[in-house]
């Protein structure tokens, strides 16, 4: 799943139920923090175009290979975009921060006034590929097995259910640990249902190429191990009508083939070889689309706003190591990171210095605490550091010139004060240990941003050394939490919630797979997460927020790198799209194939495609 999750006073609009207990509602959404978007009976979402026509083939890409079409098991390297095959019981409209639409389920019932229990009607129509009906058999199948032999993600989202139940073979309810955990009973809409006759005599936790089934709109056709996986619009698709689903999902088949790296993908665009991408390096774009095809007007470039939380990329710091235990380390070498000569030099001024781990939102700490806000932290100031009771923290400034001297002696201040001094060029504490480390790469494009910072680094008598290794050994590692540092992502909603325990929390520091890749055990950092889950009220999640915020920049847990507020889409003009684009999300789903459009891209590849 995306990323795999997505992200709640939950209210329920829509009809009232005729039942004994007032409070008892049905209806075709959910949200959290105020009502859906959309109505019952809803045509479709404001950004897609519904009459948008089906057909054409579209080809994407992918990086490193795959060995797996199990996404959800902490093993093997699955396939790209594998969801495409599967549905939830809802589905989140790309317009708002967090609300669900029901997909397999057509209704959603609950008690307004009690978070602890929620019961999903699925769609009698609801069908798996092969034909068999979807049934709350399915349902409870799925979680079961997802929690006990799923990725430990899986797990910590869904510890505080408490019982999963089939009421008949349409109706499963959900009941939770707490009626206050507000945005559970929307997650447990999210996760993709899994046939249980498909599983039935296989084994769910092993690696496997065997093409799975599911209910969504697309069946995988073709798979070349490692190479290309082919999905192929289902023409019985049960849910085409849906109005969640109209003007999506409109090409009869999508390819993804698969490139070791970066360049050779890049590559393999400028050939024709496939037809969209997003780019995520900010010289290529600033430098690179100049090619023939683009000239012509037969590549176009488009830059698109989104309102995003940008979330938190860095450096990130891993404290099973014990130099990487001391904030005053963590904090010293963020020093050595010259965001602005790097933006200037390498990022031809593309970025913008990310400054909090819900960075481009109204989630992010700002200024100083507020009273809601210091009330959250009161009670652990102790274990906390100073600077979370000031001003939000801001990372270190340089004027670009590739001279970051004043922050090196503000860091080799931070580090004497730790213990460690230079001794023949190399920093040295008290059991005369050098300060030595190595950063985890996949990615060889990295290396030209990794090389000034380590460069910087040894200026302080830190030896950091660059491991670069293949994406399998790579997700291998991070799963074991076998490095010293690495760079990674945290994304954000716009609604955090209980994907922040995977986060952060002391429990997941100690899960292999979790997403605690810092290994981060504070008990604070633990509290302040619970209030998010727990918020009643938008207010009331934006203050614990901004709280967690504030305190994951004090302890130097990541040394911030940079993000951009808009997509940068590069394609074959062979597609159309509709006028509106969504707000929390790139579209390319809404997208559609132009006939007259394709036949000229494909008529001018006919010598570039492989």
Known sequence: MRRVLSHFSIFLFGLTCATAHAAIETSHAISLHGQPRYPAGFKAFSYVNPAAPKGGDVRLYSLGTFDSLNPFINKGVPAEDISRIYESLTTASQDEPFSRYGLLASKIERDSSDASWITYHLNPAARFSDGKPVTAADVVFTFDTIRKDGDPSYKAYFADITKVEALDNLRVKFTFKSANNRELPLIVGELPILPKHYWAGRSFNTTSLDIPIGSGSYVISKVDPGRSLVFTRNANYWGKDLPVNRGRDNFNTVTYVYYRDTTVAFEGFKAGQYDFRAENRAKTWATEYSFPAVKQGLVKKLEQAHQNSSGMQGFAYNLRRPFFQDVRVREALGYAFDFEWSNRTLFNMAYVRTGSFFANSELAAQGTPSPAELALLAPYRAQLPASVFGPAWQPPRTDGSGNARANLLKAQQLLASAGWTMQNGKLVNKQNQTLTFEILLAQPEFERIVQPFRQNLARLGVDMKIRMVDVSQYIERIRRFDYDMTVATFPQSQSPGNEQQDFWSSKAADINGSRNIVGIKNPAVDALVQKIIAAPSRAELITATRALDRVLLANHYVIPQFHVNKYRLAYWDLFDRPAT??????????????????????????????
Do not use: E, L
């Open 581 to 610: 684009t969504p707000k929390y999300g790139m579209g390319f789903d809404t997208w559609w194939i132009n006939p007259q459009k394709q036949a000229r891209v494909r008529a001018s590849q006919g010598n570039r495609r492989q």
